[in-house]
């Protein structure tokens, strides 16, 4: 399948031969047409399979043709969780609407106010915002939302996660209720279901991959590790294998800059982002990981939602995430674009649990191995499942060297139809809620694993 016979014309297919975007991901080949043909859509999109393009292209081909924006106004409207995935969707608006006339703009929190409410003065095509900043500069009259054409709900898994869905509610009361509907979620709750069901009755469910799967060409293992090896397991394993670039993710602001004090010490160049950070300071320790001044950069999961780093071949848990849904952001940060990628989670005997959790929504089970020379001595407490399962297709000691990686990914490459040893098998749908038979993992997805039905999870979800 060609670009072109999606239906976007010349300016939007000059810039995809640009970025050497061949032909379009399976999220891409069944959204575009259908958001062209105006449809209400709820995609079930994971990150790194293109998610972005298949709205933004054909917003912009729909765009391209309207009259100028209006002073204060949009014409589209896409709301994000995180500044950073913001500020990515804008990029790409960017990218892919160079031949274009698309005026488009971006605004988040923790940036200063005034220089977005000028940049909204005479109006955008396409506004990229995150929820509170927007609501903000609503109240203080820098822009208007009765003329949004188009809204866009992206990773709305997350928005609803950390807790945007009154803000997001107010937002789209304030659109008019003529407005097309493009929702995007990695996960699909009831929850996530309901939101879309009340953007309308005839929204129509689209499904490249099945929701809660977790991207295909990652390998994934589980090393059985003491809390206190952690650091070291890491500083050996970056080193002996000869990580060039890998993205850690801690569960703490706390843990991710004692992460980053161990691996600077030991000579490995390392940065951090967390909700601690300014936002300049998260731009800027982003940029730097990207443009491989530091060779790890440790954050924690909302700080690290929606960034995309091209190539990014490892990601390592060192903590499990305490939310299943948490472990498929984790590790969609590698293995995108079709690409091969490495995810390592380290797993004390304290986090058993959260494995089950995660095996459990994505319905497979992950290897689990230990490193030779960081066999676990910590013991299970009864009833635990402490004892290591050796299911690596490996047998011996698993070697994620740069070094060893299959030499058949190219950057820029087109993506893969899935398929892997950890996916389950997939089908291409298209068809309305009302009779949906998609297999979603209920309210699981954003719970932590709790052992106790009932019981309050001991971790409450912290914005940071
Ligand atoms: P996303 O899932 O939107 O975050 O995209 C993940 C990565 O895939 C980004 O770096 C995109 O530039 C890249 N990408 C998106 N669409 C294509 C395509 N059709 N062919 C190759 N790369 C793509």
Request: hydrophobic content about 35%; overall charge positive; charged content about 25%.
């Amino acid at each position: 399948m060609l670009f072109k016979e999606l239906g976007l014309s010349e300016p939007i297919l000059k810039s995809l031969e640009e970025l050497d975007h061949k032909e379009p991901s399976e999220i891409q080949e069944q959204a575009i047409p259908m958001i062209l043909a105006g449809k209400n859509i709820m995609a079930a999109a994971q990150t790194g399979t293109g998610k972005t393009g298949s709205f933004v292209l054909p917003m912009l081909e729909m765009l391209n043709e309207k009259a100028k924006p209006y002073a204060k106004n949009a014409h589209a409207l896409v709301l994000t969780p995180t500044r950073e995935l913001a500020a990515q969707v804008r990029e790409n608006v960017h990218k892919y609407g160079k031949f274009t006339n698309i005026k488009s703009t971006v605004v988040y929190g923790g940036a200063k106010i005034f220089p977005q409410k000028s940049k909204l003065k005479k109006g955008v095509d396409i506004l990229v915002a995150t929820p509170g900043r927007l609501l903000d500069l609503v109240n203080q009259k820098a822009v208007k939302l009765d003329r949004v054409q188009i809204l866009v709900l992206d990773e709305a898994d997350h928005m609803l996660d950390m807790g945007f869905i009154h803000d997001i509610k107010k937002i789209i009361a304030m659109t008019p209720s003529t407005r097309q509907n493009l929702l995007f979620s990695a996960t699909f709750s009831p929850e996530i279901k309901k939101l879309a069901q009340s953007l309308g009755e005839d929204i129509i469910e689209i499904s490249a991959q099945s929701p809660n799967t977790t991207v295909t060409k990652i390998k994934q293992m589980v090393y059985h590790v003491d809390k206190n090896k952690k650091n070291d397991l890491l500083t050996h394993m970056i080193k002996d294998e000869e990580w060039d670039q890998v993205l850690v993710f801690s569960r703490t602001k706390h843990g991710c800059e004692k992460i980053a004090d161990y691996l600077n010490a030991a000579g490995i160049k390392t940065g951090t982002i967390h909700g601690d950070k300014t936002q300049g300071a998260r731009t800027k320790a982003l940029r730097e990981f990207k443009g491989k001044f530091f060779q790890v950069l440790v954050a924690t999961d909302v700080a690290a939602r929606g960034i995309d780093i091209s190539n990014l071949p490892f990601v390592v848990n060192f903590d499990m995430p305490t939310y299943p849904n948490d472990y498929i952001h984790r590790i969609g940060r590698t293995g995108r674009a079709g690409q091969e990628g490495t995810a390592i989670s380290f797993m004390s005997v304290d986090e058993h649990k959260f494995l089950r959790g995660i095996e459990g929504l994505l319905k497979i089970k992950i290897d689990q191995t230990s490193h030779e020379s960081f066999k676990p001595n910590e013991k299970p407490s009864v009833g635990g499942r402490g004892k290591p399962r050796s299911r690596g297709p490996r047998g011996g000691k698993p070697s994620f060297s740069r070094n060893r990686r299959s030499s058949d990914s190219k950057p820029g490459g087109s993506f893969s139809k899935p398929g892997g040893s950890n996916s389950r098998s997939t089908t291409s749908k298209a068809r309305s809620t009302g009779n949906s038979n998609l297999k979603s993992a209920g309210n699981s997805a954003n719970k932590p694993y709790n052992k106790k039905k009932g019981s309050k999870p001991k971790t409450s979800w912290k914005k940071n």
